[in-house]
Structures are given as structure tokens and as C-alpha cells.
């Protein structure tokens, strides 16, 4: 049997075994064809049918509304933070609540184009990043073109659990919780999200647009950066990933396969409510930072009682076979990343390796 490890990388990421089965299976010779789907033209029929069916299994399973395009891009959610700003500034200045690492990433290429305002910024008191807004703490421009959100902050480990109000159109920013539970999409004018965490590999990008703000494009721009052109394309006027886009479109097979969102959300919550037992169950030596009504389901976050222990706790979990929970280099402590595609028995394992090692260093 291959050897496979428990892995809690925050992106890339674990994906499901049976999508890696299955594209395995499939890589020398996809559906008969004699060829690679690494190999087949992006305009030939048998990439069209994944294409295609990429794009209607994401429209099924978040329950998509018409007046919305899903479009595959380049560039990651990184890509997307110039983007959106190019696209729908137009002169103006758009809001954006400021939760972590990413979202001052995009409002500083906002800022590049002159129309980034801060409507929110949670480490203002100097405490770092441990939660989001309530809805009555966004400071709202009237005239903003559009605010921007993270709705789940990877290096922080906090999470939006409600969809902020705006009169201006709501941008989201989800590469790390799409598609981990159930979701109004009709309240969001752009959600966008790099695959690499919940949906497949790197290397593509998903932008799902309401209509009326893909509008004519605007005219400044080179036309391969307006959403316009990509919408018209529908994503293929020049040669996309095709095989990302093929491995979202096997992962969104095993999503529809267990439950839809509704069923990633239930398991989601059954994973994170079993993991934060853990650290508030042994509150003398694990420690979570994160405010109770902020903490992500997906990027869990704590901290031992000291960074050399913290240290230690990663090396004993690495000869465990659990990998990949050191945090981010920029707040240091432990993350555990449990997107849709981590089993429970793999929380399991690792709440066990956490009891023990409390008892023995406790
Ligand atoms: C919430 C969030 N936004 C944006 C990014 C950047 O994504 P990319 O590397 O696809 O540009 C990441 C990457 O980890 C992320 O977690």
C-alpha cells in the first residue's frame, strides 16, 4: 500500500484519496482516448465535457443563481486582489475589512490603484489578528464601489460565521472555506478563491460573478485582465489549467458524493468542535487566542505554554505522521488545517497525540 501521512498543510493541501485514485487511474489514458487529459487541447471535446462539468457541479453545489458566471483564472487569489480593484474601482474607493495577512494584501494593491479604505481593522489594538467584525463595528462608506471581506483568514484562524451587510456589492475573498458549508451566494457580488485548499490542487483559481458587475468591461484595461473577456470566453480565450480545473472537477465529484455542502458543513463542524473540546478541555496547557465567536473551522490555531514545547510538540506529532501543523512563520504556534478534504479519524489521531502529550509535559 502507498504510504500516506495525515497532512495538515494550510494549502496546498490534503485532498481526498480516491480523487488521487482516481486521477492516477486516469493519467495515461483519460476515458479511452489514448492520451493524457495533460495531453488533449483545450478546445477538444473530451476536455470540454470536464470543463463543463467542473462548472456545473460548482453552480449545483453551492446552488449558484443564473445571473451568475463561474469563471477558471490564472494568477491565484493573489491574482484576484489587483483584479477586483481594477475592475470595479472605476475612479471610486471600495471598503475593506481588514481580518489578516491576506486581506491587507488586497487592500494594498486597492491602495496601488488609489481606492482602498480600511472599513475595519482587527489588530488595531495591537493584539494581532483574533477576530472578525460584528456587523455594527464596519464603518461603511455610502459611496464605497463595493466591500471587500476574508471569510475565512488562513494564518490567523478566524472566520466570518455570518455574511456581512453592505449597500455596495460584497466581495469575498474565500480560498480558504469555499465550499466547506452551506451558502446564500445571491448576498456576494464576487466570491473568488484559490483552488488549493478546498476545491483541488494550485493552479487555478475560481471566480464566481454576478452578472451586472461584469458589465461592459472597462475599456482602460488590457482586455485579457477584464472579467468581460474571460465571461465571453467562458474561461478558455486563451489555454487555461486544464488539469487543475480536471482535479477540481474530481473533487467536486467526491464533494456531491458526501453530502453536498451541507454535508461538508456538518462534518466540518464535527471535526473543528472535536478539535477546540480538546484545547479548551486542557486549558492549562493548550491555549487557543482566537475570540470564541471568531474561530475557524478550517485553520485551528493554539498555543502551548512554551514556544520550546510548542517545538517539541511538532517534532513528537511529525514522528506520528502528523505533518504540516507548525504556524505560520509570522505568529509562530501550532495550526492544524482541517479543510473538507481531512477525515475525522485523522482529528482523531491527532486529539489523542495532543491528550498524551499534555499528560506527559503537563
Ligand atoms: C485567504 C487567502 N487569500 C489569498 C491567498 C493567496 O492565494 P494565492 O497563493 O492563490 O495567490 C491565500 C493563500 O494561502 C489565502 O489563504
Known sequence: MTHRVINFNAGPATLPLSVLEKTRDELLDFEGTGMSLLEHS???????????????????????????HVLFMQGGA?????????????????DYAVTGTWSKKALAEAKVLGGGRVAFDASAGGGGFTRVPKQEELDLDPKARYLHITTNNTVAGTQYHYIPKSDAPLVADMSSDILSRSLDVSKFGIIYAGAQKNLGPAGVTIVIIKDSLVGEGNAALPKIFRYRTIVDGDSLQNTGPT?????????????????????MEQRNKAKAALLYATIDGN????RCPIELESRSLMNVVFRLPTED?????????????????KGHRSVGGIRCSIYNAMEPSSIEKLVGFMKDFAAKNG
Request: cysteine-free; glycine content about 8%; hydrophobic content about 50%.
Open 243 to 263: 488539469f487543475p480545473i480536471y482535479m477540481v472537477r474530481n473533487v467536486l465529484q467526491w464533494v456531491k458524493a458526501n453530502g453536498g455542502a451541507a454535508g
Open 78 to 94: 493573489s491574482a484576484q486582489f489587483a483584479l477586483v480593484a481594477m475592475n470595479l474601482l472605476d475612479g471610486g474607493s471600495a
Open 283 to 286: 486549558a492549562d496547557f493548550f
Open 309 to 325: 514545547l510548542e517545538k517539541q510538540f511538532i517534532a513528537e506529532a511529525a514522528k506520528n505522521e502528523l505533518m504540516g501543523i
Open 42 to 68: 483545450h478546445r477538444g471535446a473530451a476536455y470540454a465535457a470536464v470543463h463543463a462539468e467542473a462548472k456545473s457541479l460548482l453552480k449545483e453545489l453551492l446552488s449558484i443563481p443564473d445571473d451568475y
